[in-house]
């Protein structure tokens, strides 16, 4: 049976990594092992931790503490990565947690497909409703593997690519941009979805890699055309860009005339599709429905 490696990188947060390593350990039907990357700066190291004794001395369990402390989570991945020796890696990060079967479905999808990634819907819990996403579409290929697929890194399951590492340079829209390189790598622009939700986001008020690193987000944009823009057709190019300027405008409070303009482009490059899209950016600026929104 294939090795899987599930790479959990964890920094400050003691009383979540529990349940992200629980939901990992109690994954069946699959032969795994963690790395547990030990990122932590103000809070105990992991191997201090009573809530962590049982789980940290599994057999399946490797905690890695490099120092210095990796500069951001794209650095701590790489970490993980370079420990990990599956034929398979997959992520979680500490805030969230996988439901049962996760590994499983998504080894079987791609040992079945031939794909070297895969990806999987998953379920965005915030305190006041849930979002499902990604379970509509059982294959992304060509154009909509830039556009259309999301990449958080917990829903990522793919082979084990020696040449392939996230980008700490980009603090955020490091994962879309792993994601097409690895892709680019492979050689393949199909990328197959179990389209149910196979993990649990949780939304918070807490730190987190995508909220105050909007401006990054653009800047590894960028960084993915440059790099891959033959692989794309203009059209995927020009909506890829206007959802790289809207997050950009986001992180730095655009005025309305300006955010507008943003808005008009993702419909532009998108189509009347995109209106889910449009109407989450639109609550982002409202102090009333913020807290509705899917960030």
Avoid at 102 to 121: F, I, N, P, T
Avoid at 217 to 245: D, P
Wanted: proline share 6%; with cysteine; glycine share 6%.
């Amino acid at each position: 049976m294939s090795l899987i490696s599930v790479i959990l990188p964890t920094c400050d947060r003691p009383e979540w990594v529990g349940r992200a390593l629980r939901s990992v350990l109690a994954q069946g039907g699959v032969e795994l092992e963690v790395v547990l990357v030990d990122s932590n700066r103000t809070a105990a190291p992991v191997m201090q931790n009573p809530d962590l004794a049982e789980l940290s001395a599994d057999p399946r369990v490797q905690v890695v503490a490099p120092r210095p402390t990796p500069v951001n989570a794209a650095a701590a991945r790489n970490v993980g990565l370079d420990a990990a020796r599956g034929d398979w890696i997959s992520y979680l990060d500490d805030d969230d947690a996988y439901r049962e079967g996760k590994l499983a479905a998504q080894l079987a999808l791609a040992e079945s497909s031939g794909a070297s990634l895969v990806v999987c819907g998953y379920e965005v819990v915030m305190e006041h409703r849930r979002r499902v996403r990604q379970c509509d579409q059982a294959e992304f290929a060509g154009d909509s593997c830039l556009i259309g697929a999301n990449y958080p890194t917990p829903v990522m399951f793919h082979r084990a690519v020696a040449s392939v590492r996230f980008n700490p340079a980009a603090r955020s829209g490091h994962d879309h941009l792993f994601a097409i390189d690895l892709l680019a790598e492979t050689g393949e622009l199909r990328v197959p979805c179990v389209t149910r939700p196979l993990l649990d986001m949780h939304a918070h008020a807490g730190p987190r890699v995508n909220l105050g690193n909007r401006a990054q987000v653009w800047q590894a944009h960028r960084l993915c055309l440059k790099r891959h823009r033959g692989r794309f057709s203009r059209k995927a190019r020009r909506a890829f860009i206007a959802v790289g300027l809207l997050v950009k405008a986001q992180g730095e409070a655009a005025p309305w005339g300006d955010y507008c303009w943003c808005l008009w482009r993702i419909l532009a490059t998108q189509g009347p599709g995109s209106w889910r899209l449009v109407i989450n950016a639109l609550a982002v600026r409202s102090p009333r429905l913020r807290r509705w929104v899917v960030t």
